[in-house]
């Protein structure tokens, strides 16, 4: 087990140095796309793994789930290639199309392996713990990866997508390293009626058990919140009247708070929900205040905000794969990362809609108000307690 998790941490610190990350936007413009195919070549990537979230779980329920992930390790390394190989829009479009695949095959795939290999040794009680610090190796990845690309752009971008290639590669080699001894999950036989079986107990899993929908709701709510406003950080934080050369350092710092809280999340797994949903309302209400103020001394609520909802998606998805089987456990994960995205989609566009012609401040306010909403509704209505399934259940009120 020991050396699992070596290798399993390794493969979440280099799965991050992805060096041409904080420059491919700018990239795009410099080999001479138009806003449009920028924004089309967003839209492939989002859509791509929007199509696939749920088929790709269902996937990785069906066979090795450690197999998919490389398979998509190697899909991602292959579309940079296609970045530097041919920098024109198809070559860029074909890239984010292939990065897209990857990101939903691994979506719920890695969740799933991690818990189920855990739970063969015993050791599911751990997975919170051991999935923040994946989280916080993740997060100090990007830190490292933004230094080094800060340094490596001058030799060209090419350098930057052939370092990024590289990580890719490496992150699956250590997947495939991980000596898994969990069997994969065959329940239901072969054929096309095996999948489609495990994607109703997986969808039904979810859909069906009023306590696991109320948890995913309540996920997909804090992760699409979160991930939306984490776009909107710089221009929030520019609005504020910070210097442009402290910006990295805060986005640095941000990144460090997540990492924190990813690593402490474990301790407050077990603590009843309604706390925690009066605890989001709370940081709903300091981000508004943060809004209101727009004093560069806000930050302090700012990060109190964003260790908040880190915290909080790595509880809820730990109650989540407790409440789940192992035989759909990656199908019902992709659910909960499907509602997550499509949340994500609808709260951009509602951003947008909220601060066209005026400042960012008044998305902040909406958004802060609108937790604060979310987390009340929630404490009022309670958990309802989870009957158990196959994979285990604990009932959190």
């Known amino acids: 087990m020991t050396t699992f998790l070596i290798r399993l941490y390794g493969h979440c610190f ?10 491919y936007a700018v990239m795009f413009v410099d080999d001479g796309l138009t806003p449009l195919q920028v924004s089309t070549l967003f839209a492939a990537w989002s859509a791509t793994t929007l199509l696939l979230e749920v088929p790709s779980g269902v996937l990785a329920d069906r066979h090795s789930r450690k197999t998919i992930m490389v398979a998509g390790a190697v899909l ?27 990101g939903a095959l ?15 040794f015993g050791r599911e009680s751990e997975y919170a713990r051991i999935l923040g610090r994946c989280r916080s ?11 080094i690309a800060s340094i490596a752009v001058s030799a060209g971008y090419v350098v930057l997508i052939a370092a990024s290639s590289t990580a890719a590669l490496v992150a699956g080699v ?3 390293s991980l000596p898994t001894a969990a069997p994969v999950a065959t329940v239901g036989g072969g054929g096309f009626r095996a999948y489609v079986d495990t994607l109703q107990r997986g969808v039904g899993s979810v859909v069906l058990r009023r306590a696991v929908c109320h948890i995913v709701v309540f996920a997909a709510l804090a992760r699409a919140l979160g991930g939306t406003l984490e776009e909107y950080w710089p221009i929030f934080i520019s609005e ?6 402290a910006l990295g350092l805060f986005m640095s ?5 997540q990492a924190f809280a990813s690593f402490v999340a474990h301790r407050f797994v077990d603590l009843p929900s309604r706390p925690i949903f009066a605890v989001f309302a709370l940081s709903g209400l300091l981000l508004s205040a943060a809004a209101w103020s727009m004093h560069i001394a806000a930050i302090g609520l700012i990060l109190l905000f964003v ?10 998805d730990a109650r989540l794969q407790s409440a789940i089987a192992s035989d759909h456990r990656a199908t019902a994960s992709s659910v909960k990362s499907l509602f997550s995205e499509v949340g994500g989609i609808i709260l951009v566009m509602s951003m947008g809609a909220i601060v066209t012609n005026g400042s960012y401040q008044i998305g902040f306010l909406w958004f802060g108000a609108a937790i604060g909403v979310i987390g009340l509704v929630f404490l009022l209505a309670g958990s309802p307690r989870l009957d158990v399934d196959a994979g285990g259940a604990e009932a959190h009120r």
């Open 137 to 147: 190796l993740g997060l100090i990845g990007v830190v490292v990866s933004g230094l």
């Open 307 to 316: 260790f908040v909802f880190q915290a909080v998606d790595i509880i809820y």
């Open 106 to 120: 691994g979506s719920g795939a890695f969740e799933a392996l991690v818990y189920d290999e855990l739970k063969h």
């Open 240 to 245: 504020m009247g910070m210097a442009p050369f």
């Open 14 to 23: 280099v799965d991050e140095l992805m060096l041409i990350y904080p420059f």
């Open 76 to 102: 991602r390394a292959t579309g940079y290639g296609c970045w530097a190989l041919f920098p024109g829009f198809w070559g860029f479009l074909v890239g984010f199309v292939l990065w897209g695949i990857e």
């Open 253 to 257: 710092l941000m990144c460090g708070v």
């Open 174 to 176: 250590l997947l495939m």
